[in-house]
């Protein structure tokens, strides 16, 4: 299951796992509007690719669509929380930050987040090895903060790795692996035009990655291509 499939880099994963012969489950908050899903789902064979209507911020939402993923499969191997908004300018002062944007970045980016990810308990539990990817970004790497832009996405990304980590000791016990991983700067609407990586070339690193994430990787925050090395909390 990605979720935030409708476009950007969780369209670009869809096809990607598609591609190596997963059943997806592409979770969009409005699936008539979602062309480019709709129109990979239609290219990849028939079952290939489940669209599943999907708002993180409504709990009415979440249930239907867990619903309708157990009409479709016994089990869950991945959930991609991959939804994500931006909600800032980013060049903001703290006098001129409308502070509603916080929520408007904590609703998604993170409770959003523990919202689906313990909807979807019960199938994720059903699987051999199942795992939780959280799309985070540097952005959210206190460590490496130095400059004074973006405060509520990197608030919000700074909180969704401390809920990664914490989901990981819980969840660990029960056999489900939580990490976070970086997908890097790509070129979408949230990225903007000037960022290096395509949606493709994010996606395709992202598929290995999530194929190879094992028990031991629990609570590590990745970057794209699966390595520590480069990213800090
Ligand atoms: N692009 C980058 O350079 C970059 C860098 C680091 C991290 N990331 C992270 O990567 C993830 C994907 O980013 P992106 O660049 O692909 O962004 P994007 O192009 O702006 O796409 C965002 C996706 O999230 C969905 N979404 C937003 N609010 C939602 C909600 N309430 N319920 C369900 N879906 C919702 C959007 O759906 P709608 O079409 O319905 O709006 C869209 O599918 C995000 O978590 C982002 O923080 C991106």
Partial sequence: MVTGASRGIGLALVRELASRGCHVLAGARHPSEARGLQAAACE???????????DVRSDESVRGAVEE????????????????????????RLEDLPL????????VNVVGVA???????????AAAHPRVVNISSLAGSISRKEDARHYCYSASKAALNMLTRTMAAELRPRGI???????????TEM?????????EESA??????????SPQDAGHFFDRDGST???AW
Avoid: H, M
């Fill in 115 to 125: 919202r689906v990810t313990r909807a979807f308990l019960p199938l994720l539990g």
């Fill in 191 to 199: 990225g903007g035009p000037q960022a290096p990586l395509t949606v």
């Fill in 100 to 107: 509603e944007l916080f929520e408007e970045a904590f609703s």
């Fill in 177 to 187: 692996t939580v990490v976070a991983v970086t997908p890097g700067w790509v070129r």
């Fill in 44 to 54: 990849a064979k028939p079952g290939v690719i489940d669209i599943v209507a999907l």
């Fill in 204 to 213: 395709r690193s992202l598929g290995r990655t999530i194929e190879r994430i």
């Fill in 69 to 92: 993923a157990a009409g479709k499969v016994r089990a869950l191997d991945a959930l991609v929380n991959n939804a994500g908004v931006f909600p800032e300018e980013g060049d903001e």
């Fill in 229 to 231: 090395a480069s990213v």
